[in-house]
């Protein structure tokens, strides 16, 4: 069975960091695309940056670029998401979720994903 968990979010102050894991079970995750996105409060749920299957491109959305990184461990079947130098408006539910096809790509909308994990709150707050 397919199952996808996030986890590392939480309450920080704007400028400090925090490491989101999305640990996966039921499948090699280096066989699929990987994608994070995040939905705040009224808004649409965006991508935020995802990773390639075999060849490990990453993509990251405008907002987070030099701030965010995507790595992958394959010995633990977990993607990461390292968020640095945190704004207020990165304050947002973030999800992992899952091509459901066996492709190379990630940059794709958040449409095609097909598995999604429950989700991990970040909140970044004077």
């Known amino acids: 069975q397919v199952q996808l968990v996030e986890s590392g979010g939480g309450l920080v102050q704007p400028g400090e960091s925090l490491r989101l894991s999305c640990a996966a079970s039921?499948?090699?995750?280096?066989?699929?695309?990987i994608g994070w996105f995040r939905q705040a409060p009224g808004k649409e749920r965006e991508g935020v940056s995802c990773?390639?299957?075999?060849?490990?491109?990453?993509y990251y959305a405008d907002s987070v670029k030099g701030r965010f990184t995507i790595s992958r461990d394959n010995a633990k079947n977990t993607v990461y998401l390292q968020m640095n130098s945190l704004k207020p408006e990165d304050t947002a539910v973030y999800y992992c979720?899952?091509?459901?096809?066996?492709?190379?790509?990630?940059?794709?909308?958040?449409?095609?994903?097909?598995?999604w994990g429950q989700g991990t709150q970040v909140t970044v707050s004077s």
């Open positions: 039921g499948f090699p995750m280096n066989d699929y695309p």
């Open positions: 979720a899952r091509s459901p096809f066996l492709l190379e790509g990630c940059l794709r909308p958040r449409q095609y994903y097909a598995y």
């Open positions: 990773i390639s299957s075999r060849s490990g491109t990453t």
